[in-house]
C-alpha cells in the first residue's frame, strides 16, 4: 500500500489517499476541498474507488457525498452509532462557519471485525467508540499502519466531551484494541503528525502505561 496525507478544511484534517499498486485508490475522511483531493488523484494517475470514513465529523466527511455523487463510488463506514452525527451535517456546518452540507447514508455501515478491501488493499475494521458512538479504525497488517480518526493522536487522545462522548470508552478502546495490534504499528491521525502505537504507549500522558 502506498498513501499520502492531505490535510483539508481550516481544522487541517488529515485525509488520506491510499492506493495499490494497480493504481486502485480509496480516501480516507475526505472532510472538504473535493477538488484539490480529486486533482491529487487524477495527478497520481489514480482510479478513485471508494470513500472511507472513520467517523462522522464535517471536518471528516465534508466532501464525501459530492464525491459519491460525481464519481458514482461508495461511501464505506462509518459504524452505525454514527447516523446521529451523519444526519446533523447540516447543523454542524451552521455551527462551524463551514459551507451548506447535507446528511447523507453510507452505502455500507460498518462493524467490528468487519473487512474492507481497495484493490489488493485490506483493512480490518476495528470499532473505537468514545469520541463518537460510531467511530471506526482502519488498519492494514501486511502495512502495519491504522487510519485512527480521532481517536488518539501524537501525545494526545481525542475529545470526548462532544454529544455521545465517552471518555472511559475511548480510553478502553486504545488500550483493548489499538495498542495490542503492536508497538511497530505506525498511524496516521486525524490531524497532526503521525507517530507509532508503541510510542504512544510509553509516552502519551493520557494512555501510557502506568498513566491514570
Known amino acids: 500500500m502506498e498513501f499520502t496525507i492531505l490535510p483539508v478544511t481550516p481544522y487541517q484534517q488529515n485525509c488520506s489517499l491510499v492506493w495499490d499498486a494497480d493504481g486502485v485508490a480509496a480516501l480516507i475522511d475526505p472532510g472538504g476541498d473535493a477538488e484539490r483531493l480529486l486533482d491529487e488523484v487524477s495527478r497520481r494517475k489514480l482510479t478513485l474507488?471508494?470513500?472511507?470514513l472513520?467517523?462522522?465529523?464535517?471536518?471528516?466527511?465534508g466532501a464525501a457525498l459530492e464525491?459519491?455523487?460525481?464519481?458514482?463510488?461508495?461511501i464505506i463506514g462509518p459504524?452505525?452509532?454514527e447516523a446521529f452525527w451523519l444526519d446533523s451535517l447540516p447543523q454542524q456546518a451552521e455551527l462551524f462557519g463551514f459551507p451548506p452540507a447535507q446528511a447523507f447514508t453510507p452505502d455500507r455501515w460498518l462493524e467490528d471485525g468487519d473487512r474492507v478491501e481497495v484493490g489488493a488493499i485490506r483493512f480490518d475494521v476495528l470499532h473505537c467508540p468514545g469520541h463518537t458512538p460510531g467511530h471506526v479504525v482502519f488498519y492494514d497488517a501486511s502495512a502495519r499502519l491504522a487510519f485512527v480518526?480521532?481517536?488518539l493522536f501524537k501525545?494526545?487522545?481525542g475529545r470526548s466531551d462532544f454529544p455521545r462522548g465517552n471518555?472511559?470508552?475511548?480510553v478502553a478502546a486504545i488500550r483493548e484494541k489499538l495498542f495490542p495490534l503492536g508497538d511497530d504499528v505506525r498511524f496516521v491521525p486525524g490531524h497532526g503528525a503521525m507517530s507509532s502505537f508503541g510510542h504512544e504507549r510509553r509516552e502519551n500522558p493520557f494512555v501510557a502505561d502506568g498513566a491514570g
Open 155 to 157: 501525545g494526545s487522545i
Open 79 to 81: 459504524q452505525r452509532d
Open 67 to 74: 464525491l459519491r455523487d460525481r464519481l458514482g463510488i461508495p
Open 149 to 151: 480518526g480521532d481517536v
Open 167 to 170: 471518555h472511559r470508552a475511548l
Open 54 to 61: 472513520t467517523h462522522g465529523h464535517l471536518d471528516h466527511v
Open 49 to 52: 474507488a471508494s470513500v472511507l
